[in-house]
């Protein structure tokens, strides 16, 4: 058994590491083209087999992944947030100008066609020009015959011309795969922007859980050390405390008092924060959010995958991979301007002295011009943008695997954090099945009469602070279950994962720009 599995995941990360890879070889070898051979980083090459501190490594599903929180509200709340929210809006936005950006880069592709139409007039003394040259037919010529004071001329024309650059060294074929490299990275940080929204909805929520119960708890307990004031004062009075007990008791009340101000601004703070996630004015959520709030925290193990997963579930993996495609094709559109370019241009169209002239078949005219032109000096610009292009391919070569190595950090600290608040958060609901005990024991005793009421008060005081305590671990565990889920890329595409550092998604793309 235990064979078989490390089989299967030998398998898997090969896989997916041959789809980084393989898939662009095919692209480079598609035609003529000086950009460098795709390369893995090393980081990305030597991915680990597993993550260190994953409990399974079964496929990661992360559909509505958020649904695994089992909370109605929160989903009504991430559902307002994807329609509503100007981040994603400012996004989207960013994929459409990536797009015109790749289209532009298309167009470089085709002949550039135009029509035109003109209408000239010329009137020249006839002793000039041509005139001139066949022995002054003007005024001023001393020979004999017909004389000319001035040449006029009328001409309409309408023409259909064109020029090409033949992409013979794959100029524009990189420079138009690098921009639709640019509009991939662009849909993934879509992608990874729907990723952060998702996450500071599901974190702001859990926030504004845990501050409206710790609001409640702390006026409670408020409550209670009131209540405990003006027993013990009471007490004092009669010579049955010490002056030091009554003074410890104002400062416990006094210091909860103190503390109650802040969570409440703490909490108008999140609401406020909420607001701004789903796209409205603070105040204006509670219809979304309600008035009781009970999430139950999930305790379950997550399927994480393996690390070579993460290169198809990250976006800002796809992202910062894509962007070393477009360095790679970028360094061989540079590397092609250091050649001889050659290029087509002409026209066709009907000339006359008249506009009726225009519609006789005998009036055509073409022309036609193929010119090669070669760089000789420039002072240096062509061979310093080869140099500038190669060394942003190295700088972003640099960032995919440092992305690739603080991903999978991130992923395995997420999985470490997580199963610690798991086991703090079971400790502490123990401890409040004890605390309930024991204030359960001392209301018994206070009715018995064999305790008294400042007994009672003590254990109600304790199981307050417990109840307390055990909302804020639950925060944290909600939390730690969110940052794994958003270490191990989220739900960030209902799409399957396509390849990526190859641009097998980036082929598709092309054939879907018009």
């Known amino acids: 058994m235990v064979h078989h599995i490390r089989a299967k995941i030998r398998s898997r990360r090969s896989g997916a590491l041959a789809l980084v890879a393989a898939a662009g070889c095919s692209l480079a070898a598609a035609s003529c083209s000086f950009a460098p051979e795709p390369e893995l980083p090393q980081p990305v090459a030597d991915l680990p087999e597993t993550f260190l501190e994953s ?18 509200t929160l989903d009504a709340l991430i559902d307002s947030a994807l329609v509503s929210n100007l981040d994603l809006v400012e996004a989207v ?49 001393v020979q004999a015959g017909p004389r000319f004071n001035r040449f006029n001329f009328t001409t309409y024309s309408a023409s259909l011309g064109f020029s090409w650059e033949l992409d013979f060294w794959g100029r524009a074929r990189n420079d138009r795969r690098a921009a639709v490299a640019d509009l991939m990275a662009s849909r993934a940080d879509l992608h990874a922007a729907r990723l952060g929204v998702l996450s500071e909805t599901i974190s702001t929520y859990f926030q504004i859980v845990d501050l409206r119960e ?9 409550d209670v050390l009131q209540e405990r004031e ?22 416990d009340l006094r210091t909860v008092q103190a503390s109650l ?30 008035a009781d709030l009970d999430p139950t925290p999930s305790l379950g193990p997550i399927d994480t995958g393996i690390p070579a997963d993460l290169l198809l579930q990250r976006p800002d993996l796809r992202a910062a991979a894509e962007r070393l495609e477009a360095a790679r094709f970028r360094v061989g559109a540079r590397k092609a301007q250091l050649l001889p370019t050659l290029s087509l241009s002409g026209s066709v169209g009907q000339q006359s002295g008249g506009l009726g002239g225009l519609f006789n078949a005998g009036q055509w005219f073409t022309n036609l011009l193929a010119g090669l032109t070669a760089p000789i ?33 991130e992923v395995e600290t997420s999985l470490m954090r997580y ?45 307050l602070g417990v ?33 990526v550092l190859g641009l097998v998604p980036t082929q598709a793309l092309i054939e879907e720009i018009p």
């Open 55 to 72: 409990e399974a490594v079964g496929v990661y599903a992360p559909s509505e992944w958020w649904r695994d929180f089992n909370d109605p």
């Open 93 to 141: 936005a960013r994929v459409e100008q990536a797009r015109a950006q790749s289209g532009i880069a298309w167009a470089d592709l085709f002949p550039q066609v135009q029509v035109g139409a003109d209408a000239s007039r010329t009137s020249q003394p006839a002793n000039t020009g041509i005139g001139g040259a066949l022995g002054g037919l003007g005024g001023d010529s």
């Open 214 to 222: 710790r609001v409640e708890l702390t006026g409670e307990t408020v």
């Open 230 to 251: 003006t027993l013990t004062e009471t007490r004092y009075d009669r010579g049955l405390v010490s002056s030091l007990e009554m003074y410890q008791v104002r400062l």
């Open 261 to 290: 101000p802040q969570i409440e601004t703490q909490l108008n703070d999140a609401e406020g924060r909420m607001a701004v996630l789903l796209g409205r004015f603070a105040g204006r959520i509670d219809d979304l959010l309600g």
């Open 377 to 409: 000096f420039q002072g240096g610009r062509l061979r310093n943008n080869v140099k500038a292009a190669e060394a942003q391919y190295i700088q972003f070569a640099a960032a995919f695997g440092r992305t690739v190595l603080t991903a999978v950090y």
């Open 419 to 463: 199963e610690e608040e798991r086991e703090r958060y079971a400790f502490l609901t123990s401890q409040l099945e004890e605390a309930q005990a024991a204030s359960d024991l001392q209301a018994r005793r206070y009715a018995a009469g064999v305790a008294g009421y400042t007994d009672y008060l003590d254990a109600l005081r304790t199981l």
């Open 467 to 499: 109840q307390s305590t055990l909302s804020e671990a639950g925060t944290e565990l909600g939390l730690a279950r969110l940052a794994v889920h958003r270490s191990l890329g989220g739900g960030w595409t209902t799409e399957a994962p396509q390849p």
